[in-house]
């Protein structure tokens, strides 16, 4: 190769490497310049609802089928494989060529749906052994505790459902599902000596805060309210989940049930109002007195 070719073939390379650089460069300034939130935000967790204690879940990938239907209710229910800490790594990768299908279920995964399943079916003591089995596999598991406290609340056993909530809450401080948990149990809780109406209003504020726009935390906090004698707050409350729910869910039995909720506060209400008025507005009917003798009796 002469010199003039040896000229001509190092400009030609530098061309080169001059059009990729700019090319490259405008490719990185483009997605500087890009408008946040451009790029697809992830999904947020289907929150499903079981009609029997109002548990609220936290389902990010639901394994119930589209034919199992969740009615309403508060309270949050637990989820599956929730964080990455609850990944069992013993689980078996799919087969090499069939990336697409779901990896195979490791024991521990196992126990924690089957005691989702059992707990949404109503079956609690299979549920209880479930969750318990699978924290034995994994004994630091968010979703497995927070079935088996769900579980514990459902069935009135208070006092574990209450310290397995408030061990959750000190390790995830801005859980809202938890905090709304614990408001609700204080609010709805079958033993006078669980209840605590300061605690439920406490409780629902603090999940207030952290998801201003979830109709189950208005519920709880409607409930709380109710339950203090805050008649009006209430009403406030109630209404707002009302609203909520009818604009974020197509489920007819979530709505109505927030519907009776909001009825149940205005019916407090009204008896209250009705109550504090004064004497004059509702008098008593008079009664006739009884006559000095008693009316003869005609013998026929």
Known sequence: MNLYSRIFAALLLAAVFTVYARDAETEVLNEVD????SEEEPAEPDLQVEPRAGLLEDRETPESSAEE????GPMIEPGEEETDADTDTDAAPAPEGEEEFEPVLSPFQIKLRV???YRSGGENEKAVEAYRAA???QPDSFSARFGLATVYAETGEYEKAERMFREL???RPHDYRLMNNLGWIYATAEDPEVRDGDRAVRYGLKALMEAPDDFHVWSTLAEARLMKGEYTKAVASARQAFTLARMQ???EEQIKYYYSQLQKCRHALNAKEFLEQPGDANPEPEIDAEPETAPQTVLP
């Open 69 to 72: 239907s969740l009615p309403a």
């Open 169 to 171: 809450l000190a390790e």
């Open 135 to 137: 924290l034995e596999l």
């Open 115 to 117: 005691g989702h399943r």
């Open 249 to 251: 869910t197509k489920d």
């Open 34 to 37: 890009a408008p946040l939130g």
